[in-house]
Structure formats: structure tokens, C-alpha cells
């Protein structure tokens, strides 16, 4: 059967590995839910938009790649048009992925939002510099921390 069905709880197994315990711990805040908010909050600053330079980013996954399971059958590819877009992805996968409960997603987005309101705030000369290291790439790298550190 493909798609999507109805299952029991006790039927339910994460996407991980049989001999995974989910979640593997009790509940903490989502780190990956509080840091890829901030870091689309970041991006968003640098390049003064939250899209994506050229309107979308993707990753494919290829035929066969899944570890746990045959497939995918296809190539899946996974589009986000904003940053915000993809840092939501990012905070999701970890509830599918049976690491986090719901709960654990939603406290991190909490905590970032709580955080934002300290943030960093950029000028447009660092923008324009952000902007055409986004265009001249096919990646980017920043490092933080002082010049000459």
C-alpha cells in the first residue's frame, strides 16, 4: 500500500532504526526548532529578504538513498521558497523523525521568538556584501566571531 493510512499508536513505528527508543529522551526544547528559526531570522537580516536568492533552494534525495527502508522509488526533491520556509522543515522532521514530541517543536519556537527580540541587526552595507557572496557561491560559509579570530 503507498500513501498515507490510519494506524493504532502501538502500531506506530518512528522512522528511525528498530532498536531506536523515541523519543530518547524526556521532553527538552527543540534545539533544531530554536536554532533554524534564528538562523532564518539571521539570513533574512544579511540578505534582506527572506526568500531564497532566485526564489527557491532545494535538496533531492535520490532513488535508493533512504537508509532504514527501500526507496524512494523517485527522486523526491524538497523546495522552500523563504528561509522560514525551510527552518520550519527543519523543526518538523524531528517530530516525524520520532526524536521530539510536538510540544518539544513548539517550546523551541518559543524560545526563538523570545530571543529574536534581542537579535542582531544589520547594516546595508553588510547586506550588500551578504547579497553578492549569495550570488557569486553556489555555497556560503560564515564565520563568526571577530575579525582576526
Excluded at 97 to 125: C, E, K, N
Aim: with cysteine; glycine share 12%; proline share 5%.
Amino acid at each position: 500500500m503507498t500513501g498515507v493510512e490510519w494506524i493504532l499508536a502501538v502500531g506506530w513505528i518512528p522512522y528511525q532504526l528498530p532498536t531506536f527508543v523515541t523519543p530518547a529522551f524526556q521532553g527538552y526544547i527543540s534545539g533544531h526548532s530554536t536554532f533554524s528559526l534564528k538562523a532564518a531570522v539571521v539570513l533574512t537580516g544579511l540578505a534582506g529578504s527572506e526568500y531564497f536568492p532566485g526564489g527557491v533552494a532545494g535538496y533531492t534525495i535520490k532513488a535508493g538513498m533512504l537508509k532504514f527502508e527501500k526507496g524512494p522509488m523517485a527522486y523526491i526533491r524538497l523546495e522552500w521558497a523563504t528561509y522560514y520556509d525551510a527552518a520550519d522543515q527543519i523543526g518538523r522532521s524531528r517530530v516525524w523523525g520520532g526524536i521530539h514530541v510536538a510540544a518539544d517543536d513548539l517550546m523551541g519556537r518559543d524560545a526563538h521568538s523570545a530571543a529574536t527580540q534581542r537579535g542582531p541587526r544589520y547594516s546595508s552595507t553588510t547586506r550588500v556584501k551578504f547579497c553578492k557572496l549569495l550570488n557569486d557561491a553556489d555555497y556560503l560559509a560564515i564565520r563568526a566571531g571577530p575579525a582576526g579570530r
